[in-house]
């Protein structure tokens, strides 16, 4: 069964930093790109990033892009998303999510059940 | 690439059939997929690449594509479909998700 874990968000002020994690189980992790998804209280859905099976691509929504930077770890299962520079407007739940194979652009086929971030004063 | 999703929301009975329409700013050669979401949960993959039902969605979900313009159709609205519905293209590097429709009771 494919489970995927996120833990790090909290509250920070504007300006702060925060690194979430997803950890991963139930299917060969390396061989499937990885991403973040977001999603602003009452808001819609916002792809944020993703990564390729091997780690060699990344991918970054321009709204987050030279702040973000998003990792993974195949000897843990696990992907990050270091986030610099917080604003208010990066209030969300951020969801981690499983690609359907390994390139970085394909669909989410399984989610995470998020990791909630706060920014403010 | 943008994507233009409508409507934000319908109200509809169990039985209806109801359709969601997605129009992209360029073409997107079928990389356009759907997704399901209820409250305080995480989004359900339904249709990808336009048209192909993801493993386990009911058949009632049916996504067809026209040019720019991609649509889902729930067939016979069942009382589990009440959600909100967003497609995304995987077309271009950095996905866009539409803005969401809200499907209600009537």
């Known amino acids: 069964e494919v489970q995927l874990l996120e833990s790090g968000g909290g509250f920070v002020q504007p300006g702060g930093s925060l690194r979430l994690s997803c950890t991963a189980s139930?299917?060969?992790?390396?061989?499937?790109?990885m991403g973040w998804v977001r999603q602003a209280p009452g808001k819609g859905l916002e792809w944020v990033s993703a990564?390729?099976?091997?780690?060699?691509?990344?991918f970054y929504a321009e709204s987050v892009k030279g702040r973000f930077a998003i990792s993974r770890d195949n000897s843990k299962n696990t992907v990050s998303l270091q986030i610099n520079n917080l604003r208010g407007e990066d209030t969300a739940m951020y969801f981690c999510?499983?690609?359907?194979?390994?390139?970085?652009?394909?669909?989410?086929?399984?989610w995470g059940q998020g990791t909630l971030v706060t920014v403010s004063s | 690439i943008q994507v233009t999703q409508s409507p934000s929301s319908l109200s509809a009975s169990v039985g209806d059939r109801v359709t969601i329409t997605c129009r992209a700013s360029?073409?997107?050669?079928?990389?356009l997929n759907w997704y399901q979401q209820k409250p305080g949960k995480a989004p359900k993959l339904l249709i990808y690449?336009?048209?192909t039902l993801q493993s386990g969605v009911p058949s009632r979900f049916i996504g067809s594509e026209s040019g720019t313009d991609f649509t889902l159709t729930i067939t016979s609205l069942q009382p589990e479909d009440f959600a909100i519905y967003y497609c995304q293209q995987t077309f271009s590097a950095r996905r866009t998700f539409g803005q969401g429709t809200k499907v209600e009771v009537k």
């Open positions: 999510a499983k690609e359907m194979d390994s390139d970085g652009t394909f669909p989410f086929d399984y």
């Open positions: 690449d336009a048209s």
């Open positions: 360029q073409s997107l050669s079928g990389y």
């Open positions: 139930g299917f060969p992790f390396r061989s499937y790109a």
């Open positions: 990564i390729s099976g091997i780690g060699d691509k990344t």
